[in-house]
């Protein structure tokens, strides 16, 4: 299998967010993948159901890997579950949480996973980030590039680029 682009989309709100943020890409790096490139670090207000709980520090990386998706999604699931992650819920607060955003173009859904996942599109602590590495990449299902997906978000919730950097941190096009 040759190598996949693959956007993974990584969040933390408990803990020290940054530490764990650097913890997952570290990890990611080491067990499975190659990260080429990483966005900025953004502070975003919770989104969904629970929004009464600590903000999120979010990022987006970029890997190559000639894994499965089924594989990756396996050693992402074991890297969280290593580092503190409890079972899924999008209502609660998270030390991790890594997401398959894009796997390639692929279209994928399953019980295991959905790729391009679903609803990036209304989560502008996705988008901003995304579009940092990869503006002009076509969403596979909605046939629109990241950066006028970001324009139409109707999520108006605070996504605020922060200093922090993630170490190891390839630069992104446009940085001097």
Known sequence: MSLMTVY?????????RERNLR????RIQECCCQVTRCSSVFE???WGVNPDQPLFLNAVVEIRTDEKIDE???RIQ?????????AKSSDKPRLIDIDVLFFG?????NGYVTVPHPRLELRRFVLEP???????FIHPTLNLPVSRLLQQCPD????????????HAPKIHGDS
């Open 8 to 16: 993974l989309g990584l969040g933390s709100n408990l803990g020290s």
């Open 72 to 74: 990756l999604m396996t």
């Open 156 to 167: 108006t919730k605070r996504v605020v680029r922060t200093s922090f950097l993630l170490q």
């Open 23 to 26: 913890n997952a890409v570290d």
């Open 105 to 109: 173009t692929s279209i994928l859904r």
């Open 130 to 136: 995304l579009n940092e590495l990869a503006p002009d």
């Open 78 to 86: 074991n890297i969280e579950q290593a580092m503190g992650r409890e």
């Open 44 to 46: 975003t207000e919770p």
